[in-house]
């Protein structure tokens, strides 16, 4: 079992930054397929970025520019640097994992490991 952890959420004005972190168990984390999704209140959760490697990179078009997925394999750890936010972009952002990189990297059934979620929140 992986377990997956997210923090880094909190409140931000609207075209502020923030980052978020994300650590994983397991001791090939550099070979794993790791994804950033999202999920507001009375959506469902979406694709927001995914990394397979820290040269393969993958974004929803929706923050294509202004978010910047990475990763630092030494500490099993992903972030997500998040910039000109919007009030549109404050949702409980999911960290997931999966051992095994799929090209159907934007489905939530490409991951097998999931986090809590950290809430962000983006005010007008």
């Known amino acids: 079992q992986v377990q997956v952890v997210e923090s880094g959420g909190g409140l931000v004005q609207a075209g502020g930054s923030l980052r978020l972190s994300c650590v994983a168990s397991g001791r090939t984390f550099s070979s794993y397929a790791m994804g950033w999704f999202r999920q507001a209140p009375g959506k469902e959760r979406e694709f927001v970025a995914a990394?397979?490697?820290?040269?393969?990179?993958y974004y929803a078009d929706s923050v294509k520019g202004r978010f910047t997925i990475s990763r630092d394999n030494a500490k099993n750890t992903v972030y997500l640097q998040m910039n000109s936010l919007k009030p549109e972009d404050a949702a409980v952002y999911y960290c997931?994992?999966?051992?095994?990189?799929?090209?159907?990297?934007?489905?939530?059934?490409?991951?097998?490991?999931w986090g809590q979620g950290t809430q962000v929140t983006v005010s007008s």
């Open positions: 990394s397979w490697s820290t040269t393969r990179l």
């Open positions: 997931a994992a999966d051992p095994i990189w799929s090209r159907d990297y934007a489905s939530r059934s490409a991951y097998r490991y």
